[in-house]
């Protein structure tokens, strides 16, 4: 009964994802199938951490991220929870040996979305990496499945990965991030002043970011080459109509790839993979 205890709370963040995000089931589906469920742990985890700071807004966050970091801890300790997030979470956390440090730097960035509204370069940098670098250094684990040698020469490229999707959403909500919550992430930026040159500085390093990370994609194993490409290919297509529009626009506008793009996408990353090009 153990058995099937686990495959319900792992077909929960499982649910999560699907609900939560289009691109990334998108993404997921197309990795092996023994990646799926450890992968949809990982984004159902740092999905709810995240839903604490941004969305609990009539309700305690500090409190809630608090309990939620606790039981997330204990449900490590003792191998369990009733929580089926935090089960299938910490089931992955187990089996691939992800480290506690990882875990701990995601927890407190989400801490700092509570009290930070503005970023030095020291305060972004670490915002950057617990954030997102760490969730890609969580699924290389899972892609890895144990081999050292393969984690640690893919290591830097995951981390780029990671920075890069999580400044392409910093550009795209800005409008939420800051006209909204008052939140400003990209140091030395002043966003009540935003033009065209401050613009094109933040892209040109996501590019950067965006180069790096394609070369470990190239080297990913196989069975989690595709699904990596397409969640890249997808950030990259939303990046790109960033960049066509003015500095004021994103201001005022929620950039998204519609979903007809998205599966066009898709088909397309499925027959780069099947001639072998990918």
């Known amino acids: 009964m153990m058995a099937l205890f686990n495959k319900t709370a792992l077909e929960c963040s499982k649910l999560i994802t699907e609900h939560y995000s289009t691109s990334f089931t998108l993404g997921i589906k197309t990795l092996d199938r023994k990646f799926h469920l450890p992968i949809y742990a990982i984004y159902g ?16 966050k500090k409190t809630l991220l608090l309990r939620f970091k606790h039981d997330t801890y204990q449900a490590i300790e003792e191998g369990i929870s009733l929580n089926p997030i935090l089960q299938s979470f910490q089931l992955v956390v187990g089996q691939y040996k992800i480290e506690h440090e990882l875990i701990e730097a995601f927890l407190k960035s989400m801490e700092m979305d509570l009290y930070c509204q503005d970023y030095d370069a020291d305060g972004y940098n670490e915002y950057i990496y617990g954030s997102a670098e760490v969730v890609g250094l969580m699924c290389l684990r899972v892609f890895c499945e144990g081999n050292l040698a393969e984690f640690d020469r893919l290591r830097a490229s995951a981390r780029k990965l990671g920075a890069a999707f999580q400044k392409v959403n910093f550009l795209r909500d800005l409008k939420s991030d800051f006209v909204d919550r008052g939140r400003t992430y990209f140091p030395g930026v002043d966003f009540k ?34 699904g990596v490409y397409l969640a890249y290919i997808y950030y990259q297509t939303l990046f790109n109509k960033i960049k066509q529009l003015s500095a004021t626009r994103i201001q005022t506008e929620r950039v998204r790839v519609p979903n007809p793009q998205k599966f066009a996408l898709l088909a397309q990353t499925y027959l780069k993979y099947r001639l072998n090009v990918l």
Do not use: S, W
């Open 45 to 60: 985890f740092v999905r709810y951490a995240d839903e604490i700071v941004d969305t609990f807004h009539d309700y305690d």
């Open 193 to 226: 002043d935003f033009g065209r040159d401050a613009k094109q500085l933040i892209e040109a390093d996501i590019q950067r970011d965006f180069d790096e990370a394609y070369i470990g994609i190239m080297n990913l194993p196989r069975g989690a080459r595709m």
